[in-house]
């Protein structure tokens, strides 16, 4: 197939490699020049690295840190009251829990997008500069901003949360909303961080990973190392100030002055990290409902597009490389004999499973994720009625006490394995007539009985 994709973010760029992997031909177009990637870090799960690995990323090159810890730490007395041990999951994974400087996590995925490989598609043809401003879904026709048309056999729309196209897609009103809560954000050089006495005691012969503080008035920061642990990603949420109600994009800037207001009654190795590094950015945070349409005519939305969610699991990227790791199985084009393009029908059959492996397991986690703006676990016994509108398989009886980081959710989301649940969905639609009957996928691979019981004690 001849295929567009829009926008060049994880998910555009991820779609490139797999689709290209399945065969096609691919043409990327990207509204910006690339020249503000954004200076922060990014997580992966093992559920996202296996994708990386499968497709031969260079996670040298990328070097990204390796987590071995999460502490919960207070804000003054630097107390650490939650301590998740990450030593294990590598082994019960079978890959890596690491962090990624945005800027080399998107370097190795272009890398992958535009390099000749052998028995790949040939490399993707990334357009700059080229902001689409209208989506034919019927013809599969985009309209770019100096008038230009292409037309194409599938249009993959990867454009990010502030997709102006969803409501025609996807026929329901679900705009993105924000919710209260804004981020200061910056990247400290971690030498000089550690060059504070105290802040050095804090980090000093620990496992890399994340080291969060809060107070007991809802502010909540996030730091956590990337890029060989030469930088600290730091990431401060607070209830959203006046004059940051606008700043939804990522790259505004802010104040030392308002971040350590915000930061008030922090001890002062905390208070010290922003003074360490000149720039300030602060953005606002929106999340959206599941849709549960994600395919029209010969468009089909991924990545942030379709299932923003808030950060409190790190799976907004990885469910964007999951979506792309199942177009690569699902649309491989060897398997769209005898016809290739495959006829309208086909297509068609081919999104609806795609959306009947994909939605489940997305809308899970972006509900999941909006279990409570002040980004703990605590409202989770309430949502899996929430969840059961979009997924039938096997659900954790939520227990008390678990953090986004804990075993039983780890379970969870890390053992999900795309490439085998979407050979499995395969199976079914070459075997009978394409209709996978539910509970068949495990969207969260093996459940182990014993967190699908509330006998967890674990952080009580
Ligand atoms: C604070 C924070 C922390 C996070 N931490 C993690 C984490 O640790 N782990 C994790 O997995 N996820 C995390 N996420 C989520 C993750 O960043 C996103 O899910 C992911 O970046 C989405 O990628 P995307 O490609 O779908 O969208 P985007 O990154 O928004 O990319 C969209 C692209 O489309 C382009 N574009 C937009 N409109 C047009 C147009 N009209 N024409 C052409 N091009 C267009 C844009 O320029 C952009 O390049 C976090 C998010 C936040 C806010």
């Known amino acids: 197939m001849n295929i567009s994709i829009v926008g060049a973010g994880i998910a555009g760029l991820a779609a490139a490699i797999a689709l290209r992997r399945a065969g096609h031909n691919v043409e990327i177009y990207e509204k910006s020049q690339f020249k503000n990637e954004i200076g922060a870090a990014i997580l992966l799960t093992p559920n996202g690295n296996r994708i990386l690995r499968k497709w031969g990323f260079d996670f040298e090159r990328a070097r990204p840190v390796d987590f071995g810890q999460f502490r919960f730490v207070h804000g003054e007395s630097l107390k650490v009251v939650i301590h998740e041990d990450f030593s294990g999951v590598e082994s019960r994974f079978g890959d890596r829990m690491c962090a990624y400087h945005r800027v080399d996590l998107h370097t190795g995925l272009r890398d992958l997008a535009e390099r000749e490989r052998e028995g790949w598609a040939p490399p993707a043809k990334i357009k700059l500069g080229a902001e689409v401003v209208g989506v034919d879904a019927e013809k599969g026709e985009l309209t770019l901003s100096d008038g230009i048309r292409v037309e194409k056999d599938l249009v993959v729309l990867a454009d990010g949360c502030h997709c102006p196209f969803l409501l025609d ?87 030392h002055e308002k971040v350590l207001e915000a930061l008030e009654g922090f001890s002062d190795a905390v208070r010290n990290i922003p003074l360490t590094t000149p720039h300030m950015k602060a953005y606002t945070v929106t999340q959206r409902p599941p849709s549960t349409r994600i ?166």
Request: with cysteine; net charge negative.
């Open 295 to 460: 395919h029209k005519g010969k468009v089909l939305a991924i990545g942030d597009t379709v299932h923003h969610m808030l950060p409190t699991h790190a799976q907004g990227g990885v469910a964007a490389l999951e979506d792309a790791a199942a177009l690569e199985v699902l649309f491989d084009s060897s398997r769209f004999a005898p016809t290739s393009p495959p006829s309208p029908s086909t297509l068609e059959a081919r999104l609806k499973l795609y959306t009947t492996l994909r939605l489940p397991r997305s809308a899970t986690m972006q509900i999941l994720s909006s279990t409570n703006p002040r980004f703990t676990m605590a409202n989770l016994a309430t949502k899996n009625e929430e969840i059961r509108k979009f997924y039938q398989g096997d659900l954790i009886d939520w227990p008390l006490g678990c953090t986004s980081w804990s075993e039983p959710i780890r379970e969870f989301i890390y053992g999900y394995d795309v490439f085998s649940e979407a050979e499995k969905a395969m199976e079914f639609r070459e075997r009978d007539d394409g209709k996978v009957p539910d509970g068949v996928l495990k969207w969260f691979g093996e459940v182990d009985e014993k967190w699908t019981r509330s006998e967890y004690a674990g952080l009580a």
């Open 169 to 255: 897609i996807t026929g329901e009103n679900t705009p993105s909303v924000k919710i209260g809560k804004s981020v200061y954000r910056w990247l400290a050089p971690f030498d000089k961080v550690k060059e504070h006495p105290v802040a050095k005691q804090l980090w000093e012969n620990q496992p890399a990973g994340f080291c969060s503080f809060f107070n007991d008035n809802g502010i909540f920061m996030v730091t956590y190392p990337c890029r060989n642990s030469e930088l600290l990603n730091c990431a401060v949420f607070h209830d959203t100030r006046p004059d940051e109600r606008d700043k939804d994009d990522w790259n505004a800037n802010t104040t």
